[in-house]
Each structure stands twice: as structure tokens, then as C-alpha cells.
């Protein structure tokens, strides 16, 4: 029926094959050191996990709920000495320059054993992303190194993001919602910077942090078009912590309220303005929808691995507790319908991590990042000892030329296309891995009832974890809609998204 047709235009109709399988692609342009990196980081996550996560995690829990205001020093220091902080710092800006791939299996072997740990390690790449996004080289230089710094002194220098407002949280992270958005945090022109008023809330690491990268507007009647990203230190006058949030979940990683009072941010700390974006091809409006999807393209599939996380440590939770209870005088185990059940867990834990892996080919393709992943740039990275680059780096990272070049390629490179697929699977990996995390963790508490829940307190544990995943980075709900828009919407002509 089909005779005469070029395959290519078979390929090209809707679902077309390369928005439904980006792994094909990029398999043959991955470079072959990502898989020994991989298997390296997740070492490591293990190693940790056996050390320090899993002996300490439901203590901290219990520390967290007696005392809500306490801050998790000792195990920020710990994380630091294990040089989870520097790990993917790219080593232009000094770090040890692991491939973003690495991070999402990372984050699910964390995740496995205690979300919040997970989160207190993994949210330092949300902030350094929103960093990363504004290609303000000089500045990511600058807070980067530091954050190095911070690594060899034993004094951890943490960076947090700041997009969250009390009035505004999925619509300030959608871009189709920005416009809509009931944004608060204002920044006035003064000179030689500028003022910024404002809060932002559920920070997470807010209090352990000493970077903040802070969105704000300077129109909050137009914040779609005005919308400015500075860095902002610890001990900046007019910038202070608020309350910490007391949370069900995850409560190893504080969630601050973080508050600007006629706060003066020089210009040296703006690392992206309206103005500058004006110069490049999509404009002030499309570059600062632009900057939220690279973060949200890039640390969604991160919150997925959250979701792979918990579903696996909750199958793991029913698996040991099914080898350890006798039912009818033969262990659970060994029961055909617990047979079963333990198979159903182990596929949504699978199923989460495929949808977390995908992300990662498609980010390695069309991502924020997707330069460091050419083989080329690749290998020049891994072959240069970073004590060669650290002699040259921080002064061609200072030169404005360099960052008018990056954001030239990256920002200006990445078409329309690449950015829809790179944002509907990441909104796709959230919602799907959060729930199959959520899945799994409601069985474990149903497959062991009320004496499992006893048995060793981890399957309540995980539930409570579970649950904000659901809301973190945007509701679940909101990146269905984003899902839709980006991956369905462009072969309905009569659909109309965001609308309502
Ligand atoms: C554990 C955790 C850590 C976090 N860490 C950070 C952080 O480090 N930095 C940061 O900036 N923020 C952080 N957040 C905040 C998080 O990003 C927001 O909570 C999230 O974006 C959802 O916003 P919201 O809570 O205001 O809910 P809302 O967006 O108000 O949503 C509430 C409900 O309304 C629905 N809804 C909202 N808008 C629409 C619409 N237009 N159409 C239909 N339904 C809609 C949602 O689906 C949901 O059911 C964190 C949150 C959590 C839970």
C-alpha cells in the first residue's frame, strides 16, 4: 500500500520517529567514555549510600520532625568531603567535569535509600543549571570556582535556585504561564545595578546555601518580558532567610522562605538581563522562556530519577520484608500472588528509569549542555589535566567575547524543535517516574500492612518522600499539559493549550 513512499516520509509522520526515539540518535554520537562514567558515579552513589545515607537516614528523619529548624550541617559537610558538590561542574569552571549523564542514575541510587539525601545532593545542580542557563561565563566562572573552593577547604559553598514565590510557583517555571503569573519579586533599575524586593519560598538547600540564583522582574505586570536572573552571596545587604518550611517528606533537605528587602545587587551580579536578551534571535520574551526550559529540560528528568528512586528503594523494602515474614508456615516470598505483586514494583521502578535514560539521550542531543557531549569537545575535556585549564580558563571565562560566543551557539543553536522535544520528554519523565514512584510506594505500605509499616519504619518513609514529588518542579498536572503542548499539540491544528 505503501510502495513508492520514501521511508522518510513514513518516518516523519506523527509519532515521528525521531521525537519518539531519541536513543537511536544519539547512541551512535555518544562518546564511548559516558558508559565507564556512568558505572564509576554509581559506584560511588553505592558506596555512599552503604557509608553514610542508609545508616543515617531515618535518624535524620526523626532529628528533622523533633526539631524542624535543624540544619543538616554535618551531613552538608559529609556530602562535600565526598565531592558530590563538584562532580558535574564542567571543568572549564574547575570542576571535576563528570557528563550529565551521570547524574540522573546518581540520583536514583540516592534516592533509593532516602529522597531528602538525594535532594540535599542533587538540588545544588538545580541551582548551578539556572546558573548555567544564562551563559554568563565570567559569572559561572566565578561561583563555580568558589563552590571548588569550597570542596578543598572543607567549608561546602552550595548553590540553591530561587524561582518559587508565594504567589506563584508552576506558572513561574511554565513558560506558557509566565505571563499569568502572580510574581512578586521586583527589581528596580539604580546606578550601577539593582534593587531587588520580594520572597521566594520552599528553597530547597536555601539555608545551607551561600549562592542563590535568583529570578526577578522588572515589570511585574510584563514578567514574560522582563524577567532577570542575578547571583546573589550570603551576607548581601537587604538579603536574609526566612522560615524553614516543616515538611512531611524528605525532610533532610531544608526548604527555606529566602526574603529581599531593598536589596542592592550590583551589575557585576546580573548574569543575564531583558536588555542582553534583546540582542539575541528569540528576543527578551523568547530567551527568558528559553532559560526556564533549559533548567526545566534538564533537571526535570532529575526529578524523574527521584520518582525511579523510591519506587525501587519501596520494591526493595517489600522484597526484604517478604523474605522476612512466614505466612502460612513458608516465607512470603514464596508466595505466587507476592510473586507477582514484587514483579508489578519491579517494572514501575524499571519503567521509571527508562523514561529518566531517554532524557538523558535527548539533553545529550538538544540539550542546555549538548556542546560538552560533542565527541570532539568531549575527549579535549577528558584529555587536558584541569590544572592546565585552570591556568587559562578563568581569564578567557572573564572575557565578555566568551560569553557573547556561547550564548551565541547555544542559545541562538538550539532550534525550536530540539527545545519542544527536549522539554515534553522531561515534562513526560517528571509525571510518569513521580507516579510510579507514589505506585510503588502505596503497594509496599498495602503489600506489608500494618506489621510491615512496624517492621523497620523504611516503606512509611518512603511515601511520605514520595509525595511532594508529585509537586516539585511544577505539578504533575501542569507537565502533562506541557507534555501535551509540546509532543501532541503540533499535529492537532485545533488544540489550544493553556488556554483555560
Ligand atoms: C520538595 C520540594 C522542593 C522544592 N524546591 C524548590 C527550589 O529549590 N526552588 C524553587 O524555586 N522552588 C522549589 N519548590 C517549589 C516547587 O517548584 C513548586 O511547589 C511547584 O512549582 C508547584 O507550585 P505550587 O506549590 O505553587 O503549586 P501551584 O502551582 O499553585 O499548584 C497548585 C494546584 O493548582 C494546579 N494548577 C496551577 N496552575 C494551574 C493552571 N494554570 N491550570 C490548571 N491547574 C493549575 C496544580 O496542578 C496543582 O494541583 C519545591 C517544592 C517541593 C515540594
Known amino acids: 500500500m505503501f510502495e513508492g513512499m520514501k521511508s522518510s516520509s513514513l518516518l516523519d509522520r ?51 520532625s523533633e526539631d524542624p529548624t535543624y540544619i543538616p550541617w554535618d551531613l552538608v559537610k559529609e556530602i562535600n568531603r565526598w565531592g558530590f558538590y563538584t562532580a558535574w561542574i564542567p571543568k572549564i569552571f574547575g570542576g571535576k567535569g563528570w557528563n ?4 540522573t542514575p546518581v540520583v536514583e541510587e540516592l534516592c533509593s535509600v532516602c529522597a531528602g539525601i538525594g535532594n540535599l545532593i ?32 572543607g567549608e561546602p559553598c552550595l548553590v540553591a535556585g530561587l524561582v518559587t514565590e508565594p504567589g506563584a510557583g508552576t506558572d513561574a517555571e511554565e513558560v506558557e504561564l509566565l505571563s499569568k503569573a502572580k510574581v512578586r519579586c521586583h527589581a528596580r533599575r539604580v546606578e550601577g545595578g539593582y534593587v531587588v ?10 539555608h545551607v546555601s551561600t549562592w542563590h540564583m535568583l529570578i526577578a522582574y522588572e515589570d511585574l505586570e510584563r514578567p514574560e518580558e522582563t524577567m532577570i536572573l542575578f547571583a546573589v552571596k ?80 519501596a520494591y526493595e523494602t517489600a522484597l526484604r520484608f517478604a523474605r522476612e515474614t512466614l505466612v502460612d508456615g513458608k516465607p512470603l516470598v514464596n508466595h505466587e500472588w507476592a510473586q507477582c505483586l514484587l514483579a508489578e514494583m519491579y517494572a514501575n521502578a524499571a519503567l521509571a528509569r527508562l523514561t529518566y535514560m531517554e532524557c538523558n ?11 560538552l557531549n560533542m565527541k570532539p569537545m568531549y575527549y579535549y575535556m577528558r584529555a587536558v589535566p584541569t590544572a592546565v585549564l585552570d591556568r587559562f580558563m578563568p581569564a578567557v571565562n572573564a572575557a565578555d567575547a566568551t560569553t557573547r560566543i556561547f550564548r551565541k551557539l547555544v542559545m541562538d543553536g538550539q532550534t525550536e524543535e530540539e527545545a ?41 518513609k518512603f511515601l511520605r518522600d514520595s509525595k511532594l514529588l508529585q509537586i516539585y518542579e511544577g505539578t504533575n498536572q501542569l507537565n502533562r499539559l506541557n507534555l501535551f503542548k509540546c509532543m501532541i499539540a503540533p499535529w492537532v491544528p485545533e488544540a489550544q493549550v493553556f488556554e483555560e
Not at 559506584?43 to 545515607?53: D, K, M, S, T, Y
Not at 548555567?132 to 577547604?153: H, L, P, Q
Open 14 to 64: 506523527d509519532p515521528r520517529l525521531v521525537d519518539i526515539m531519541c536513543s537511536l540518535d544519539n547512541a551512535g554520537k555518544m562518546p564511548t567514555g559516558v558508559a565507564s562514567e556512568i558505572r564509576e558515579a554509581v559506584a560511588l552513589a553505592r558506596r555512599f549510600n552503604e557509608a553514610v545515607a542508609r545508616p543515617y537516614a531515618l535518624e535524620l528523619d526523626r532529628k528533622m
Open 420 to 460: 519542544r522535544r527536549a522539554s515534553g520528554w522531561a515534562s513526560l519523565s517528571k509525571f510518569a517516574a513521580t507516579d510510579l514512584g507514589i505506585k510503588n510506594c502505596q503497594l509496599a505500605v498495602e503489600f506489608m500492612g500494618r506489621a510491615g509499616i512496624r517492621h523497620d519504619g523504611w516503606a512509611e
Open 234 to 313: 550570603n551576607g548581601t545587604k537587604g538579603f536574609s532567610f526566612g522560615r524553614m518550611e516543616k515538611k512531611m517528606g524528605q525532610k533532610g533537605c531544608p526548604a527555606s522562605e529566602m526574603i529581599f528587602q531593598d536589596c542592592f545587587i550590583p551589575d557585576e551580579d546580573v548574569c543575564i538581563s531583558a536588555s542582553q536578551m534583546k540582542g539575541l534571535k528569540r528576543g527578551a520574551k523568547g530567551t527568558g522562556m528559553q532559560l526556564i526550559d533549559f533548567v526545566v529540560s534538564l533537571t526535570r528528568p532529575g526529578v524523574g530519577a527521584m520518582g525511579a528512586g523510591v519506587a525501587r528503594g
Open 197 to 206: 524586593n520580594g520572597t521566594k519560598v520552599f528553597i530547597s538547600n536555601g
Open 361 to 371: 539521550h535527548v539533553n545529550g542531543l538538544y540539550g542546555m549542555a549538548s556542546l
Open 100 to 103: 550529565l549523564g551521570s547524574i
Open 122 to 153: 542533587g538540588v545544588q545542580y538545580f541551582g548551578l543549571s539556572i546558573l548555567f542557563a544564562g551563559w554568563n561565563m565570567r559569572i559561572t566562572d566565578k561561583v563555580c570556582r568558589e563552590v571548588v573552593e569550597g570542596e578543598r577547604s
